[in-house]
């Protein structure tokens, strides 16, 4: 098992990696939880799937499971279901120093997060993330929210969690495409920050992906200490630390934008792209040499994920893909900063790009 410490002083915590944690959830979950009764926010999906695992696991301890089921998707992020779920937290008799467990990928993460950072004004929860991406991003930092009218995530709060049980047992029942879209966050920490382990997953990719355990639990482990770290330097990225864990997401908001926010680009893969992206315009402007931004390519290519804008078929311009980035809520003071490359393993915010420059990068990459 990897345990990795999440150092944020009084709001320290940790985030265990390895199989079979919710088999034994009742040993890991027993000093966070007082009452007898302990709320599980879930999707039907997931609960179909480990439900009855997590309710025997708890039961060896003493407790009971209190189900709150959100529809699977993205639509639970909502104001309705914000409400429904703290009305419901409160008729359970959630207080204070009670805990939460948020059983699910991010959508579930963000949605109870949120929850406990506003109930009382503020519980406990923990995370049980059971998607790739969960595991590695979106269960870890504390950063929790709603989508609105106007844009995903602009309604929330940070608010870490109390321990974070990322079981390798659930990947191995996640879609295939999904499993790969959250590699792409995986992959991402290489390119950011980490030449080692960029080369190592160049190695070892296919493995991850075929769920062999020595080499998920390294490349799991390894991406949570990545961001562990981060966001302990930074916890509410206002140092342009943070901020890098952004990389590709810039590109990448403006490919989901344009795919309507569906599945015809799952968020990983606008993540992944982006991320080439961010490399071929690092390139392009003379940051990172071009057989680097040809790794990156490559390296996302080999997991599966689309390496190219001809790859998702889009019938627009750069023009268009730039109007979306307007929106993004990453815009600051009027500019928009972008995470560029330096070198693989070297990235920094880049705050003085022009998005008439983006246009015409696009415009070269849609022919190319
Ligand atoms: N997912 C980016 C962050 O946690 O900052």
Known sequence: MAVIPVALGGRSYEVQVARGLIED????????????????????????????????????????LRWFEVPPGEGAKSWEWLARLTDWLLDQGVERGDHVMALG?????????????????GCGFVQVPTTLLAQVDSSVGGKTAINTAAGKNLVGAFHQPSLVLADLDVLGTLPPRELRAGYAEVLKYGVLGDRAFFDWLAANGAAVLALEEAALEHAVATSVAAKAAIVAADERETEDKRALLNLGHTFGHALEAETGFSDRLLHGEGVALGMVLAARYSARIGLL?????????????????????????LDCNGKTLVAHMLHDKKMDAGTLPFILLHAIGEAFVSRDVALADIAAFLDEELAR
């Not at 990928?105 to 004004?121: E, M, N, P, S």
Request: glycine share 12%; net charge positive.
């Open 25 to 64: 959830a009742g040993h890991h979950l027993a000093p966070y939880l007082r009452k007898r009764e302990v709320p599980v926010v879930v999707d039907a999906n997931v609960r179909r799937l480990w439900g009855a695992r997590i309710e025997a696991a708890l039961a060896v301890e003493g407790h009971q």
């Open 105 to 121: 990928g991010g959508v579930v993460g963000d949605l109870t997060g949120f929850a406990c950072a506003i109930l009382k004004r």
């Open 289 to 313: 040499t071009a057989p680097d931004a040809d790794k990156v390519a490559a390296a996302v290519g080999a997991a599966g994920l689309p390496a190219s804008l001809s790859a998702i078929g």
